[in-house]
């Protein structure tokens, strides 16, 4: 069974900075599409970035030139990096992992930006 394990959340100062992690178990991630979904309160969840298995990304238009997406096939691990982090940042963030037509969720890790 796939297991994605997101980590790296936490609470932070407005303009301050995070890394999130999302682990993946098994061995085809080189081959899969991640993409990284947060859940604001209340909210569906939207994209705001994704990188694929060529490591190619892309990023909605309210993180661009904040966050950076990157990948490790060694490791088997995506990464975010969060930087000059707003309070509209506030969510929790899964990620999602997109092999042969097949999506596959984790459990997400909060991000709370607050003073």
């Known amino acids: 069974q796939v297991q994605l394990v997101e980590s790296g959340g936490g609470l932070v100062q407005p303009g301050g900075s995070l890394r999130l992690s999302c682990a993946v178990s098994?061995?085809?991630?080189?081959?899969?599409?991640m993409t990284w979904y947060p859940q604001p309160p209340g909210k569906q969840r939207e994209w705001v970035a994704m990188?694929?298995?060529?490591?190619?990304?892309a990023y909605a238009d309210p993180v661009k030139g904040r966050f950076t997406i990157s990948r490790d096939n060694a490791k088997n691990t995506v990464y975010l990096q969060m930087n000059n982090l707003k309070p509209e940042d506030t969510a929790v963030y899964y990620c999602?992992?997109?092999?042969?037509?097949?999506?596959?969720w984790g459990q997400g890790t909060q991000v709370t930006v607050s003073a």
């Open positions: 990188i694929t298995s060529a490591g190619g990304t």
């Open positions: 098994d061995s085809i991630f080189s081959i899969s599409t």
């Open positions: 999602k992992r997109t092999t042969l037509g097949r999506d596959y």
